[in-house]
């Protein structure tokens, strides 16, 4: 059974379509909203700030989302792909975006719409990744244009994992 818990009188609010697999952690002042999935080991944890997450985003296995305390709440957006391991801390994510695989976001920086952050790659502290374009490295920099077959992809792969948790 997965771990969700209040913090300070605050519980998540998870909507009733969300998948949120058995060993996941979600606490404090977290929303979640509609045929979203929380995958295995990851954690969720709004205890010392908010956290938002829109519609049919994915939260793959071992992602930790997390936020400041007193300064910066995480803001998720609709159809966001958060790969495993990925850390999403105290920042901004906007509509159709990949957050790739062991890649982390820090706080206040703002990943705009269909974008992807590659694999391993550290958006560091007040970056903002520009709509339409392929983010990598340490420190991510912006690398070249999305293709016609990577914007479809931020369309479809939301849809895969609605798949997905149905097998749950």
Not at 43 to 61: H, L, S
Not at 70 to 80: A, F, L, Q
Not at 128 to 146: H, N, W
């Amino acid at each position: 059974m997965p771990t969700i818990l209040p913090v300070k009188d605050i519980y998540p609010q998870i909507h009733e379509s969300v998948f949120v697999a058995d060993n996941a952690t979600i606490v404090g002042d977290v929303i979640i909203g509609g045929h979203c999935s929380i995958w295995f080991n990851a954690v969720v944890r709004g205890d010392v700030n908010y956290i938002r997450i829109g519609d049919y985003t994915n939260i793959q296995d071992g992602v930790v989302i997390h936020c400041t305390y007193h300064k910066n709440g995480t803001d998720i957006g609709s159809y966001v792909n958060i790969g495993h391991s990925a850390i999403v801390h105290g920042c901004v994510v906007h509509n159709y975006v990949l957050i790739g695989m062991g890649a982390i976001v820090m706080d206040r920086a703002i990943v705009e719409t269909n974008v992807i952050v590659a694999a391993g790659a550290i958006v560091l502290e007040g970056t903002v990744c520009e709509s339409g374009y392929l983010y990598a490295g340490v420190p991510a920099r912006k690398i070249k244009p999305l293709t016609e077959e990577q914007l479809a992809m931020l369309q479809q792969l939301p849809n895969n994992y609605v798949l997905y948790s149905s097998w749950f």
